[in-house]
């Protein structure tokens, strides 16, 4: 497994759900042989969800593409809590259910995407 991340700037009074250490450490504790994941963390409207895309023509490695938004201060608390005790466990359940397909069936073939946090408003 391969982890690179990214992480943009944000307003003031803004903060990130999730720290690039902790999505890590949560992914590392399953055998997800040698996908990539790459963590994108920017400030827009998405929380937080992923998408799976297999090789293809051109990349010839399994990617988990992660991305992670920001909330206004005054909800991060709460938010985080989530993130962390639902979401992230939701995903690492999720990736693995997904790698442990055959690579030749059709739902490890083709690109899958999990919402784990819906947008915020």
């Given at each position: 497994m391969e982890f690179t991340s990214e992480t943009g700037k944000i307003p003031k009074g803004y903060g990130y759900?999730?720290?690039p250490s902790v999505i890590l450490a949560a992914?590392?504790?399953?055998?997800?042989?040698?996908?990539r994941i790459h963590l994108v963390?920017?400030?827009?409207?998405?929380?937080?969800d992923a998408r799976y895309r297999p090789p293809d023509g051109d990349i010839p490695y399994e990617r988990l593409n992660i991305k992670v938004g920001t909330a206004h201060e005054r909800d991060l608390p709460p938010l985080r809590r989530q993130a962390k005790d639902e979401a992230l466990p939701a995903l690492v359940r999720w990736i693995s259910d997904l790698v442990a397909q055959d690579l030749p069936t059709a739902?490890?073939?083709?690109?899958?995407?999990?919402?784990?946090?819906?947008?915020r408003e």
């Open positions: 759900l999730l720290k992914l590392t504790a399953r055998d997800l042989g040698g996908i963390r920017s400030h827009g409207r998405r929380l937080f739902i490890r073939r083709g690109e899958q995407e999990i919402e784990l946090l819906p947008p």
